[in-house]
Nanobody
Framework: VQLVESGGNLVQPGGSLRLSCAGSGFTFSKYDMSWYRQAPGKERELVAAISRAGGSTNYADSVKGRFTISRDNGKKTVYLQMNSLKPEDTAVYYC?????????WGQGTQVTVSS
């Protein structure tokens, strides 16, 4: 299983970014996918999750209405569209793929929101 995140960058408050996570080495459509983030000195937290077929999503309260998770099973990719970014969104963002006890992580991509 390999998960490769991309799209992280430095952005000003109020700006937008789209993160991507490309999966390989497993049957992507059979895994629930999530985005987590970890800010310096804080624990890793769930940001958003999406079911295998994409019909069900859930979000942390802190990002509801600003972030959107989606997936393209044909491209084996999950996305996180982030709008109205705030300095408190600054963190390393990780992609997660889970199926039963099989839990896999990407290497992370840095998002920095600062003026």
């Amino acid at each position: 299983v390999q998960l490769v995140e991309s799209g992280g960058n430095l952005v000003q408050p109020g700006g937008s970014l789209r993160l991507s996570c490309a999966g390989s080495g497993f049957t992507f459509s059979k895994y629930d996918m999530s985005w987590y983030r970890q800010a310096p000195g804080k624990e890793r937290e769930l940001v958003a999750a999406i079911s295998r077929a994409g019909g069900s999503t859930n979000y942390a309260d802190s990002v509801k209405g600003r972030f959107t998770i989606s997936r393209d099973n044909g491209k084996k990719t999950v996305y996180l569209q982030m709008n109205s970014l705030k300095p408190e969104d600054t963190a390393v963002y990780y992609c997660n793929a889970v199926r039963g006890d099989n839990d896999n992580w990407g290497q992370g991509t840095q998002v920095t929101v600062s003026s």
